[in-house]
Structure formats: C-alpha cells, structure tokens
C-alpha cells in the first residue's frame, strides 16, 4: 500500500544497492536541535523529523509522524527509525511528546511503539481523530492494515503551539484539509522552516482520492501554505525531484509548480 503523492510516485521502485540498516534513512540536520530522517527505504514509509531536547523534564524530544512499524514490503522501519535517531545521539525512551500531521498508517503506526517504549504523549488534530475512528479505520482495514492504535492527550488545534518553555520552539499549527480531512501543516517561524506531512511535496501534492479527501479543500490548503515566509520545506515523503526544498526562491518555485495540478 502506498499512502503518498500523486499518482505518478505510487509505484515501488526497486534499486539494485545493497541496504544496510543505516541506507534505510538519511538524517539531515536543518537546526540546532532539528533533524529530519528522510525515508529511503524501497517500501512506503514517511519521512520523520525530531524536535531534540526542547521539553522540559526526563523525556525531552518531539517527533513529528514516526512512520510505520513495518510497511509492505516488510522493512523493519521504526527499528531503522531507532538506529538512525541513535546515531545523532538520541534515544526512544527520551521521546516525550509525538505529533502526527495525519493518521495515515505510514505517518503514526509506530507511535504505539514509542508509548509502548517512553509514555510518550501524543496529539493530532480532532477532525483527523474522528477520522481514524470511523471511516480510516474502515479503510485501513479494507487495505489490509491496522488502524494505529493511540490515545492522544489533546488536540491540535489551527494557531500557536510552543513546545518547551524557556528557549522554547514555537510552532504554528494550520489546519489544512485536502489529503485528508484533519491535517495540519507545522510552520517554525523562528526557523522559516515549514513540515507539511501529505499537503505538498517537492514538486507534487498529496492524493485525494480516499474518502473524505478534496482536491478543493487542497487547493485552498496549499494556497495559505503559499503565503508563508519559508526557507525550508520538509515534506512527509520524497519524490524523484527530492526530499526537502531548501531556498526561499525553490520554495516560492514549487508552490507555482504545485499550483499547476490544482
Ligand atoms: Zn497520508
């Protein structure tokens, strides 16, 4: 199964490398305590990003849609998502709070196993919730996958989030229906930084056609995104053109380019 980018992405490519566990993603540092953990793997799987020692307390990292545990082709994900944080130094224990753009299986599946690991606290928003409790879950099921299984603290609602309290990261939260009904988008002010889970990607959008998806409510998605003062956007997954848009100008570029299929 592939819960992705449109349609011309959809299809698993296979590449003739070798994988080893550290193949399977790439970390990319874009901020003092930010990190992104690009997916690289030949199944489906989304890409993660980890806000490192921003909370108060014992458990002070944030992680933003961990992924699968296991995806289609049966790639240990999250076990490569743990190598992979724990070769920048950073352990699943110390995750204290989880955030999931969306409750696609390829973004939260693995947030029961980091609760199961830390009691990590996790939120999405409420529109997205209802979702994955009535018709998501009729639809993973239909697709053969489970539906993720948490219970979030809190909702996400549209405006400020701050995480952390002193040299606090603050976020902004925009609600932004399209891919599915209660995405939201992640924007870093401070950072010009912008995480958009399956709204956009680098030169392609997220699919509507699952129930309840509208490319309308995409377009009107995208459009705010648009607006945004970005630097770097951090799409929920790659495509041949590439992972993350580094540039103001490439950002301003591929929101015109992404406005093409709308
Ligand atoms: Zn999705």
């Known amino acids: 199964m592939v819960i992705a980018g449109i349609l011309p992405y959809n299809f698993v490519r296979f590449k003739t490398v070798v994988y080893q ?11 003092e305590d930010f990190y992104c953990y690009i997916w690289q793997g030949r199944g ?38 743990v190598k992979a944080m724990d070769g920048d130094g950073f352990k699943v ?10 409750s696609h299986p390829d973004h939260c599946q693995a947030n029961e196993a ?31 996958v489970k539906v993720p299984q948490f219970e979030p603290l809190f ?5 400020n989030l701050d995480l952390g309290t002193k040299d606090k990261v603050a976020l902004q939260v925009f609600h ?9 988008c992640l924007y ?27 490319i309308s409510s995409l377009k ?7 607006q945004l003062d970005v630097e770097c956007l951090v799409p929920g997954h790659s495509t041949e053109f590439g992972s993350i848009v580094k540039g103001k100008p490439n950002v301003k570029r591929n929101f015109q380019a992404v406005k093409l299929y709308l």
């Open 21 to 31: 566990s550290s193949s399977y993603y790439r970390s990319v540092q874009l901020a």
């Open 44 to 81: 489906n799987n989304c890409n993660s990003c980890l806000f490192a020692n921003v909370l108060r307390g014992e458990q002070p990292h944030v992680v933003i849609d961990p992924g699968h545990i296991t995806n289609e082709l049966r790639e240990a994900c999250f076990d490569y998502f």
């Open 93 to 102: 224990d110390d995750i204290g709070l989880i955030i999931n753009t969306h």
């Open 114 to 144: 980091i609760v199961e690991k830390s009691q990590a606290l996790v939120t999405l928003s409420e529109e997205e919730d209802e979702f994955r409790n009535t018709l998501g879950e009729k639809l993973y099921s239909m697709l053969g």
């Open 155 to 159: 909702y996400l609602k549209e405006g």
């Open 176 to 184: 932004t229906p399209g891919h599915s009904p209660g995405s939201v």
């Open 188 to 214: 870093w002010p401070d950072s010009k930084i912008l995480i958009t889970g399956d709204v956009v990607f680098y030169g392609s959008i997220g699919r509507t056609d699952f129930p309840t998806g509208s």
């Open 220 to 226: 009107r998605s995208i459009d705010r995104l648009s």
